[in-house]
């Protein structure tokens, strides 16, 4: 499982690198746009967070082939490293990531909603594919069976490319995916935190506390002993 941050959060990116094992970032426009900074600088402050070798995934916003893969090649040229361009599984969308793959562009699949945009991304060079999870759950729809129709589509036809689920707003969500076997997902910080998250965990470790102090000492841990 490779686990990568949905935020553009300067301080969040910082925290969540300093704890967990996180392979990269995501952003799209309406994160950058919750940031309300210029962008290519923010970007580029985020690169200089987690380093050359993490990936980081930015969308580019046109509507073209053509267009597309003009903001592709300037990202990479102002950003670099280990980057991946973002783009919608729209037909312009497609044909941009066949030019793009040609080119040794890498690029991720998003906004996918069904397993044959996923499927189709996957056939014209897309690295990752990105499907939305909870947006599904909220269409009435199973956003994880989703997933995992998308990498049994990818096991059949012996495709390359990783599922990045996205969207998610709960942990049940992303556990649910993983059991389907998403390579990769994205999630806010919040809901990093709450993975780990559970009151009996909690509650173990005050215990572990409060026994060893009755006998050791408050503050003391083991390289206080001799």
Not at 58 to 71: G, H, N, P, Y
Not at 177 to 184: E, H, I, P, T, W
């Amino acid at each position: 499982m490779l686990y990568l941050l949905d935020t553009a959060d300067l301080v969040a990116i910082r925290r969540s690198y300093d704890l967990y094992p996180i392979a990269g970032v995501t952003t799209n426009p309406t994160i950058m746009a919750r940031e309300n900074t210029k962008f290519l600088p923010r970007i580029n402050e985020i690169r200089s967070i987690i380093g050359v070798k993490a990936m980081l995934h930015v969308q580019a916003l046109s509507k073209t082939a053509d267009k597309i893969v003009a903001e592709a090649e300037y990202l990479n040229e102002k950003v670099g490293g280990n980057l991946y361009i973002k783009i919608p599984v729209i037909p312009e969308g497609i044909k941009a990531m066949k030019i793009l793959k040609e080119k040794g562009v890498k690029t991720t699949a998003t906004a996918i909603f069904t397993p044959q945009q996923a499927l189709m991304a996957a056939v014209a060079g897309a690295e990752f594919l990105a499907p939305y999870v909870n947006r599904l759950d909220n269409m009435c729809v199973d956003g994880a069976s989703i997933v995992r129709e998308i990498v049994q589509l990818l096991e059949t036809y012996h495709l390359p490319a990783k599922v990045l689920a996205a969207s998610f707003k709960s942990v049940e969500q992303v556990h649910k995916v993983s059991l389907y076997g998403c390579q990769a997902i994205t999630v806010s910080p919040e809901i990093l935190d709450a993975l780990l998250k559970h009151p009996m965990t909690d509650a173990s470790v005050s215990q572990f506390v409060q026994d060893w102090e009755k006998v050791y000492g408050e503050g003391k841990v083991t390289t206080d002993l001799g």
